[in-house]
């Protein structure tokens, strides 16, 4: 079984424009998260979709921002960008809507830089 | 809301030694806890974790971990330590079920290096 892909691996962006990332889970997964690695803040969650629906937020401006499809895929988008966002972003999947009591499996992130 | 430490930075050791890696976690009742790892230009990787009952838990890759609910903490162990566990090695506390924002709570990471 595939695991989980984000694409694209590496980006680059000026600040100023938006971007979107995109997390296909494993599978039979339809809860997906995300988080924010930094070297200053490390991991930080940022939401958590299941179903098309968003259960649960971070504390991050209104600028991030996501959505589920139906096939249980993702996106994120970041609006306005700044250099803080310049991060890894992490795309997370588990099998159903028990939380954080559900193991959850990463995918190998979205570089992104803003310049 | 919950918080988590991991005290070492940076930890050097050499192959076949054992390894104990900390982690001290703040929340007003037992939390869910885990260990993940990260290899370069990975993903996180989930060792184990543990939600209650039996305090030492045992992981993929020969690690384990023991909660001691008296010291908040939940540390990570290996007896012999390979070339190959040479990572980041992060903590994390969820809140469990019903008790709020579930979501994972990371510690800043411990990065573990392997000399011969």
């Known amino acids: 079984k595939a695991g989980v892909t984000q694409t694209p691996r590496y980006l680059i962006k000026t600040r100023g424009q938006q971007v979107t990332l995109s997390c296909s889970p494993i599978s039979g997964h339809r809860s997906v998260s995300w988080y924010q690695q930094t070297p200053g803040q490390g991991l930080q969650f940022l939401f958590e979709y299941f179903s098309e629906t968003q259960r649960n937020k971070g504390n991050f401006p209104g600028r991030f921002s996501g959505r589920q499809f139906s096939n249980s895929r993702s996106e994120m988008n970041v609006s306005t960008l700044e250099l803080g966002d310049s991060a890894l972003y992490l795309c997370?999947?588990?099998?159903?809507?028990?939380?954080?009591?559900?193991?959850?499996?990463f995918g190998p992130g979205t570089r992104l830089l803003v310049l | 809301a919950q918080s988590v430490t991991q005290p070492d930075i940076h930890i050097t050791v050499s192959e076949g030694a054992s390894l104990e890696l900390r982690c001290n976690y703040s929340y007003g009742a037992t939390p869910y806890l885990f260990w993940y790892v990260q290899s370069p230009g990975q993903g996180l990787q989930l060792l184990l974790k543990y939600f209650s009952g039996d305090t030492l838990v045992q992981g993929i890759k020969g690690f384990e971990a023991e909660f001691k609910r008296s010291q908040s903490s939940f540390n990570l162990r290996k007896p012999s330590v390979h070339w190959s566990d040479a990572a980041e090695y992060f903590c994390?506390?969820?809140?469990?079920?019903?008790?709020?924002?579930?979501?994972?709570?990371f510690g800043t990471g411990t990065r573990l290096t392997i000399i011969p």
């Open positions: 994390a506390v969820g809140i469990p079920p019903n008790f709020g924002n579930e979501k994972l709570t």
């Open positions: 997370a999947s588990s099998l159903s809507d028990r939380g954080i009591g559900e193991t959850q499996y």
